[in-house]
Structures are given as C-alpha cells and as structure tokens.
C-alpha cells in the first residue's frame, strides 16, 4: 500500500500540468489483517484485549484483529486526506473529481468480523450475506463523490448504478464518445443534481462462485437464485422497499414477476469462455 501510494503522489505530482486519470485501487483494507503499528496501537487502547485471530479461516493469524482492521480503516482514512491536501498544494483539488467506492460489501475471512462492526450497515454481511455472495450485503456499496462547484457539498442520492457505468460516466467527464457497446450509462446528471438522469431499466450480476449465483435488481424486486452449480435454478425474490435484508422471499406470491426474472436471466447469461467458471445447469452439459 505505501509503494502503491508513493507513486501516486509521484505521477500527481510530476503531471499537474496537464488532465489526468488516476485510479487507485488500495490493497486496504483487504486482509491480510496488516497496519502501521501506530494505529493498532491506538485502537488496542481503545477495544481493550480480545480474541487473537488464529489464522484458521485464510490469511495471517493476528493477535489484535479488530484492532488491526480498524487501524487499517484509519490508515486509509488517512492516505486519502494526504491525497486531497497534495492536490489542494499542486492547485489540482478545485478542478478534480474524486470518486470513493468498494468493489464488494463486507469480506467474512482473514480474521475480519463485520457483524462485530457493523460494516454492513442495514445488510447482512457475514458468509453468505457480504462478499462473494449477491444479496445486497456483497453487491451494494456506498459511494462517496467530491467536486468543487460541480457537486453540490453534502448532497445525497438514491440513483442506483453500477461499476459499469464509470466509464460512461468518464467518457462524458472528459468530454469523449461514450462508447456504443457497453451496457453502463452515464451518472454524470446526476452528480450535478440535474433532472434528465437516464434509469436501468434492471441490473444482472453473475458469480460462478460460492456455488453458483444470478442475480437482477428491478425497480424495487431483487430475484436471485444460488446454488446454481448444484442444479438449482429457483428462483428467491424480495421486496427491497419492504425487506432490504432479504429475510423474506415472496417469489410464490408473484408469479408474473418471477416470468419477467426468468426472461432476463435467461437473456443476460453469457457461458463462460474458461470452462472452471461455467454453470452447467445454465449452459448445458460441456462437450467432450
């Protein structure tokens, strides 16, 4: 992380005289449970003892691990306030978008314990909830976004988006062609609070781990079947208006939703090229 970090400041520095794209993909706080020993210091003053982590579920063992993940939180928390003071100093800070996100909800391995900190916030977030998983503890994630003058300061949103729309979103940042053959659609609108903000008409994942798994987001349903390397092709279906933590399926009560599921994850499914990540149950038996 303090390589990764050097070099950014190094290209900020050294290209402040002309536009630029950075992305910075932190390692933190992924595990390994790892952070300067300042911060654990400060956070085993305030946790007090607790449980050593042994190693037994991936990754190192860890004598303070809540301590440590918070620390790696902080040191994070930390690098992007280093980050926003060098590009206040190069002149940069009024005339650059600064985007903040996850890739996934909260991880269950390592030594981590997001129930413990409630990193899921109103999702569940343990195994089976959070990463690697496609209820909404693994897939939704905030995102945080700063721009002087172009972004209103302390605005929210509820515009629901994906990974697949930065580009897009980019592409009209800079003032490029948005390209024509991809599925993303610029949030930029919306960004400026302006109204004529384009909608998903639905969202499709698809995970070939963690046995298999679909998903779509429509409006306010969330279908989502598991468990397809077994053969299983139900499908659950929830209410996220009503039922955000997906406690409650309700696919029996709404037939003609579950038809228009079937429809798009019938359509959106694409086999895989390696045959490791295909699901037979969708793509049929592989050949010889």
Do not use: C
């Amino acid at each position: 992380p303090d390589v990764m970090f050097e070099k950014m400041m190094q290209f900020i520095e050294e290209e402040n005289e002309k536009p630029f794209f950075f992305y910075w993909a932190s390692p933190i706080p992924h595990v390994a449970l790892q952070a300067p020993q300042r911060w654990v210091d400060y956070y085993v003053d305030k946790f007090g003892d607790e449980e050593p982590y042994t190693g037994d579920k991936s990754y190192f063992p860890n004598r303070y691990p809540h301590a440590t993940y918070a620390a790696m939180i902080s040191y994070l928390d930390e690098r992007v306030g280093e980050l926003v003071h060098t590009l206040k100093e190069q002149g940069l800070y009024e005339n650059t978008l600064i985007i903040f996100s996850s890739d996934n909800g909260p991880t269950f391995n390592g030594g981590t314990d997001s129930p413990w900190f409630d990193s899921g916030g109103p999702f569940k977030s343990e195994r089976g909830w959070g990463k690697a998983f496609l209820h909404e503890g693994g897939i939704r994630v905030p995102m945080i976004a700063s721009w002087p003058g172009k972004i209103a300061p302390g605005s929210e949103s509820g515009h629901i988006s994906a990974f697949w729309d930065l580009l897009p979103t980019l592409s009209e940042v800079a003032g490029a062609d948005i390209p024509v053959d991809v599925d993303g659609i610029s949030y930029l609108p919306e960004l400026l609070s302006k109204a004529e903000q384009e909608q998903h008409p639905y969202l499709y994942w698809e995970f070939p781990s963690s046995g298999g798994q679909q998903a779509v987001r429509m409006d306010m349903w969330k279908a989502i079947r598991k468990s397809i390397r077994q053969g299983n092709l139900e499908i659950e279906l929830y209410n996220l208006y009503e039922d955000i933590q997906e406690l409650h399926n309700v696919a029996s009560d709404h037939p003609e939703i579950i038809k228009q599921m079937e429809l798009i994850l019938e359509r959106e499914h694409t086999p895989a090229q390696l045959e490791r990540f295909r699901m037979e149950a969708l793509d049929g038996s592989p050949g010889p």
